[in-house]
């Protein structure tokens, strides 16, 4: 049994010995922390790509059919598609209608204005 688990099930059990008050907070906080639990679990399970962090997504773990964050590897970044490219040193580059970029290292989901 995890940690976490343990935790619940003791405030559970210690609740039900409590007077009404501590037991709905007792009751309250196992809900809350078993709740939160669940959502890590679910998030670590949607992370299956490696990240650099914050989001961003190695371009040779997956590449995206819409319109991205990339950043090559000198830290430059452009709105723009992402794609293999032979003849780029990493492999991958990007562009949009009027930029192009080599060597894209990364990307993320575009920013939400």
């Known amino acids: 049994m995890s940690m976490i688990s343990e935790l619940i099930k003791n405030l559970r059990w210690y609740g039900s010995y409590a007077d009404r008050v501590e037991k709905d907070l007792m009751y309250e906080a196992a809900d809350t922390i078993e709740a939160l639990s669940a959502k890590l679990q679910a998030a670590n399970m ?5 990240y650099y962090g914050g989001g961003w997504i190695l371009c040779e773990d997956r590449l995206s059919d819409k319109e991205v964050l990339c950043c090559d590897q000198c830290g430059e970044m452009i709105l723009g598609y992402i794609a293999e ?6 492999g991958f580059s990007a562009e ?3 930029e192009y970029m080599y060597n894209c290292v990364k990307w993320m989901e ?3 204005p």
């Open 110 to 112: 575009k920013p939400k």
């Open 96 to 98: 949009n209608d009027s």
């Open 46 to 50: 949607e992370r299956s790509d490696r």
């Open 85 to 90: 490219d032979e003849g780029s040193e990493t």
